[in-house]
């Protein structure tokens, strides 16, 4: 009888284990592509004039 408790406390546990795994990699893969995201704008805004530079550029033709 008390193996029975004990095996439906393991299954429980596992599952809940095997849930928190998925959560896990689902979090790690959001991670991921969050890090490839801001990679991405960093490379955009470095390479992106800055707003006063249009302006620069009128002032310096007059």
Known sequence: MATNAYRAAYEEADAELMQISKEVEQLRSRQ???????DALKSV???APSA???????????
Do not use: F, H, S, Y
């Open 32 to 38: 991921n592509q969050i890090g490839k995201l801001v």
């Open 45 to 47: 805004a470095l390479d």
């Open 52 to 62: 006063a530079e249009p302006q620069n550029r009128e002032w310096a033709t007059r």
